[in-house]
Nanobody, 128 residues
Framework: QVQLVESGGGLVQAGESLRLSCVAS????????MGWFRQAPGKEREVVAR????????FYSDPLEGRFTISRDNAKNTVYLQMSSLQLEDTAIYYC?????????????????????WGQGTQVTVSS
């Protein structure tokens, strides 16, 4: 079992950048594909991005691709989410999640049920 802890959230102004980190413990991160999700008040949890075990394959939510970048450093057991040009609608709690399956079919990467382990989340608030 893996434990995940997110950090790096905070209050930023629109247009600024922020980098989130997710550190894994308990098991080697390289055995998991990793995802970032977010949940705004009153809304469902939605996928932001996913990265394969070795970092070679990445998926993004269409509206966010180009502004958000997911990456990982397996030697540090850490996954990152670089967010740029932040907008008010990016305000949410951001979660990292781990998926132990070896493959993902179609849009399954965007389904929270695909992931077995979750962190507690980190709040990102974008102000005008």
């Amino acid at each position: 079992q893996v434990q995940l802890v997110e950090s790096g959230g905070g209050l930023v102004q629109a247009g600024e950048s922020l980098r989130l980190s997710c550190v894994a413990s308990g098991r080697t991160l390289s055995t998991y594909s990793m995802g970032w999700f977010r949940q705004a008040p009153g809304k469902e949890r939605e996928v932001v991005a996913r990265i394969s075990r070795n970092g070679g394959v990445r998926f993004y939510s269409d509206p966010l691709e180009g502004r958000f970048t997911i990456s990982r450093d397996n030697a540090k057991n850490t996954v990152y989410l670089q967010m740029s040009s932040l907008q008010l609608e990016d305000t949410a709690i951001y979660y990292c999640a781990a998926d132990s399956s070896t493959t993902v079919i179609g849009k399954a990467y965007s389904d929270p049920l695909t992931y077995q382990y979750w962190g507690q989340g980190t709040q990102v608030t974008v102000s005008s």
